[in-house]
């Protein structure tokens, strides 16, 4: 979705009011006291059959001792820089304050649609108090009540005029592959390899990338679609960094994405927040590899690699079933074989099993190793088949499914995965009632 509306304005013009309403939730705290919205809040809307993001910034206060209300007027420059359309919003009954001027002469040089909203006209005794805010310098000026909705459809009818109402097509066909990780651990620099072009940035700084890019890959007999992504930090980090525009594009990606590829930097190991971003992956039951990228930078004897391996898989357990492959992007080792394994993670993942081999050999796994009994009561498990998902999903029925320990359900799937190749995918087991 590339259509983002950001609300800006000083405290306690109704920002966190309109927010609720435009996305029909209550996740915006609404109070009297002023800066109460301390973060960004983020939703979605749709007007007119066109769907946009909503961010609600802190109000904006200029020269506060406050460290809060100094971030915040962080989030307002950066909600210029990146939204599609800015609302404006002012309160009638105040009149025009030093702070809504302060505002204006920020959002005047923009090129970027502004909308001056007027809020808190709601009755016809003070309708008449709009007139003066055309002295902020705004052609567009709309009065609105952000609590009761008067007004609030004819702003968005002329709002929406300046959104796209096309986005660019993916064919679904095409597996998506999504390079995630920290910043600065070489997504970018990858993907430029294997396109053989600088279509990313790449800096020495970390957090260059800022959007989700998409690329096609066709050679080698490949053909999907590369997604670069920013670097996802820890979220005390986000909050300073300012990054939530970013770390929303890149979940989004993910969301969308078949496989992850997710690199970490051998120099630093691999730390609780590359484990944290496989973990969101496989959250999103998306395929996943490990690429560790830098490996050239580590001083190696003949069992580094095996070493450095054992502890992610430990850090892992006990889901790690995962492809990791040890890279040097800059010296284009190993990098094209991260290509191979994600295609095989993607074929893994699309792979389906007939009834009957699932039950011919399942079955007699199953007799020599039976479920353990709960509560003196025999679980007995009669018939398996795979379930039409996108993603590897198999029923177990049996006359107790509710007595099944995970446990038991790992077991199963470790066989599977030791049968069948589903390595780096995910694998859904269910137990039925037969």
Known sequence: MKNILALVGRPNTGKSTLFNRLTKTRNAIVDAVSGVTRDRNYGTSNWNGIEFSVIDTGGYVLNSDDIYE???????????????????????????????????????????????????????????????????????????????????????DEMVKHFSTTEDQLDEDIPKITVIGRPNVGKSSIINTFLNTDRNIVTSLAGTTRDSIYSRYKGFGFDFYLVDTAGLRKKKSVEENLEFYSVMRTVRAIENSDVCIVMCDATN????????????????????????????????????????????????????????????????????????????????????????????????????????MQKDKVIRIKYITQLPTKTPSFAFFCNLPQYVRDSYQRFLENKMRELWDFSGSPLNIYFRKK
Not at 138 to 156: K, R
Not at 272 to 289: C, E, H, P, Y
């Open 70 to 156: 100094n971030e915040i007027c962080k989030q307002v420059n950066l909600a210029i820089e990146e939204a599609s359309v800015i609302l404006f919003l002012v309160d009638g009954r105040d009149g025009i304050t030093s702070l809504d001027e302060d505002i204006a002469k920020m959002l005047r040089p923009t090129k970027k649609p502004v909308f001056l909203v007027v809020n808190k006209i709601d009755t016809s005794s003070n309708y008449a108090d709009q007139m003066e805010f055309y002295a902020l310098g705004f052609p567009q000026l709309h009065a609105i009540s952000a609590i009761s909705g008067s007004g609030t459809g004819d702003l968005l």
């Open 269 to 372: 190991g691999f730390e609780a927040q590359d484990l944290n971003i496989l973990s969101l992956a496989q959250r999103n039951k998306k395929g996943v590899l490990v690429a560790v990228n830098k490996w050239d930078l580590i001083e190696k004897n003949a069992n580094t690699h095996l070493e450095f391996e054992k502890t992610i898989r430990e850090k892992m357990a006990p889901y790690n079933d995962v492809p990791i492959i040890f890279t040097s992007v800059i010296n284009k080792q190993r990098i094209y074989k991260v290509l191979e394994t994600a295609v095989a993670v993607y074929h893994n993942g699309r792979r389906k099993i007939p009834t009957s081999i699932l039950n011919e050999t399942l079955l007699s796994i199953i007799s020599e190793n039976p479920p353990p």
